[in-house]
């Protein structure tokens, strides 16, 4: 390879490159990013909805210890015992979340579940098949915590098929249990298949091995499942790098973009998993560090950005502990296209339904209140067209790491 | 958690496990394992094209370095330029890579591709677009050659959107140049986006950064997409286990199975990508350990270690560096749900798609040459029944790795 780089000549390209010549000197552009880390390391905590006082009640979960799980699945149990020797038959007392019992809270920033509940009572006939399933899903949940390990949601479904029948009863019934139980779905030690991967300047232990995110090559650190053996994380980054996709973060990982500007670099690979989620709000706790999100200029990019930020609905219940407020839209923006002169041919006519999504998206809280968002979905809509970030490649492979990237942070450009 | 350990109570289920009292200490199991890792690495180099004296020509491709890469492009483009001058026009020679150039070849137990080739003429109307292709694949391979980077497919097909119109086309022509070159995909540095992870007893370096995978906590350590920078594998396990599923890997991963019997654990998560059958092949290779796959009952799990050992009919030029010869079928084979009592209700009946798989399998070599595959897959259609992994958890979540897999490791229950 030596040999290959003697032969370099001289590229003609590399003068030519569109905006190269407005990029400063690095130390100027990470004079800026200091500037970014110190505002946001000095962010007091988020609220918390006890400091809201909202006019409704909110339910939210916590992270227990598995022995405080083990209790409460036992004070449960012997409160439905009573009711049984009483002669009052027995009833679980059931967190609804329906869409009609979530909000979104700008204060917070993030969709909360209101305290609506049901009864699911054991003898009707309508319910009766679903509290089976619920006290079953507690008993595994009470074998999980006495034995310490962690198991998937597959893994729960198949330890009883008979009575679940299919994947999707016991997964909704876990998040009952979740709610129910007022703790997290980790805190139940059933986790998510892991997707991640994390490189950059991190360090961090996990299940109690020390590992160190620079010494990870190319490939990086898988996100471990289970993020309460995650711990002791250190960094000297200044700035947290979330990429949507695979090939985007390849190509940093491969030019140590956290070497030239420190930082840590972390990708779900499409979709935000669980797993991801969590590590990301653990790294911004606990680091303090501001998150810039990288995603395809198209509606599922911003919406996998505020799945990141605010939550799916799914899991409103939890979602205090599942996402990570603030997080900046650092490109490919809509707005990016032109700005950055992207070829026509590059980019993609969007679909129908992709317009759909789009001005679907323009209704949600999380995106109205932030009016630079709406002025660049907007944007998207009007012109109907979308891009992937691998766009950029158009103008040479490393294009991306040399000149777009640098190029956004040196002028603060993210929304 | 020390505080649920100490609370957990003698489990009435754990003397119950079905054929948990055939288990022999792990020591006796120890033995059986040290006879099938010395028996591995005592068997001698794999017969090569050259050797068999095959009654046709066949082309293979080998890893070639970066400068031997540049400079056969850089001949390649010399003969055509020679061509144009003397008037002639030009045309590349490519190698068909359809199914009736392909065959499997019982001796090296992989398909191999025969040597017919086809011309691609510049001035001919329905070829002057696929060598525009060529040509413009062959320039972008030279760029990466210079400059020794990696990127995806995906960043290839986007620096032409205009030519190459659909990323399909641009693959195509990617896997025609490798065969033109003779030379592997990974050598042109267009690598695939990882999947895969591996946990364990092996050390090796990533990109210069040295990975000791029994110090990856549950995560574990992602594949690098890039297996040129992949070496120094050392290791002391005595085999290597091949999952196919996430779940089936974090339970072995949480539960440290390689400390207790030591081996290396590695999963694709599914599919089988380039990156983790290179990676496969090279530990294989340069630790001479033999390999066991752990697949779902399905004709899908005999499809996936298909792969692993023989090649995908697309990629049938590289075979040779990317199959790895003699994987062992170790379960869950369609015998194992009778053997193993698996409850009906954790058996899925197998739709009309499955059982034609199934069949199509029973007709390809590869299967063939295996009587005892040939056996349970016949089984399989017969039953029509398929079954998970994780159907083994209707045993307890740790029955996989405490009872079945020691016990088909003791019995050398493996095809």
């Known amino acids: 390879m030596g040999d290959s780089k003697k032969r370099r000549r001289k590229e003609a390209s590399g003068e030519e490159l569109p905006f190269k010549k407005q990029l400063k000197a690095d130390s100027a552009i990470m004079e800026t ?16 909805v006890q400091e809201l006082k909202l006019p409704f009640q909110c339910r939210e979960v916590a992270d227990l210890s598995l022995s405080s799980v083990q209790s409460n699945i036992e004070s449960l149990i012997l409160k439905i015992a009573h009711s049984i020797l009483s ?13 009609a019992n979530q909000l979104y809270v700008p204060q917070l920033d993030r969709i909360v579940l209101k305290d609506k509940s049901s009864q699911r009572p054991f003898a009707n006939i309508s319910t009766v098949r679903k509290s089976a399933i619920t006290a079953r899903i507690l008993q595994l949940i009470h074998q999980l915590c006495i034995k310490g390990i962690h198991v998937t949601k597959r893994d729960l479904f198949y330890t009883d ?9 016991s997964d909704a019934v876990l998040d009952d249990v979740s709610c129910m139980l007022g703790c997290t779905r980790s805190s139940l030690n059933v986790v998510a298949a892991e997707k991640g991967v994390v490189v950059g300047r991190l ?18 650190k898988a996100i471990p499942p289970n993020i309460d053996r995650v711990g ?7 700035f947290i790098l979330l990429v949507e996709k695979d090939a985007a973060y390849m190509r940093l990982a491969e030019d140590r973009f956290y070497n030239r500007f420190p930082c840590i670099i972390v990708t779900a690979k499409g979709q935000p998993d669980v797993s991801t989620r969590l590590f990301l709000r653990k790294m911004k706790t606990e680091l303090k560090l501001p998150v ?6 198209d509606p599922y990019g911003l919406k996998i950005l505020s ?30 296209l032109d700005k950055y002169k992207i070829p026509e041919q590059c980019r993609l006519p969007m679909t129908e339904q992709d317009i759909k999504t789009g001005k679907d998206l323009l209704e949600e809280d999380f995106v109205k209140k932030n009016p630079g968002w709406v002025e660049e ?15 950029l490649s158009t103008f040479g492979f490393q294009y991306l790491s040399e000149v777009y990237l640098p190029l956004k942070l040196q002028q603060k450009d993210w929304l």
């Not at 002791?232 to 200044?238: E, V």
């Not at 810039?292 to 200029?297: G, K, R, T």
């Not at 799914?314 to 809509?334: C, E, F, H, Q």
């Open 33 to 48: 990013l200091k500037q970014l880390s110190a505002s946001s390391s000095s962010v007091g905590e988020t609220l918390t």
């Open 203 to 220: 360090i961090f232990s996990d299940n109690g091995d020390m590992i160190d995110c620079t010494k990870m090559g190319m490939g990086g």
């Open 87 to 99: 002669g009052q038959g027995f009833s679980f007392e059931v967190p609804s979340r329906s869409a």
């Open 292 to 297: 810039l999100a990288l995603v395809d200029s």
């Open 232 to 238: 002791d994380m250190q960094s000297d980054a200044l």
């Open 377 to 391: 979905l907007t944007l998207m809509v009007k012109t109907k067209q979308k891009a992937e970030i691998q766009a």
């Open 161 to 169: 098929v008979k009575l679940f029948q299919d994947q999707i009863q």
């Open 307 to 336: 799945v990141y930020g605010c939550g799916s609905k799914n899991m409103s219940y939890d979602s205090a502990n599942l996402t990570t407020p603030d997080i900046k839209w650092l490109g490919v923006r809509p707005s990016d």
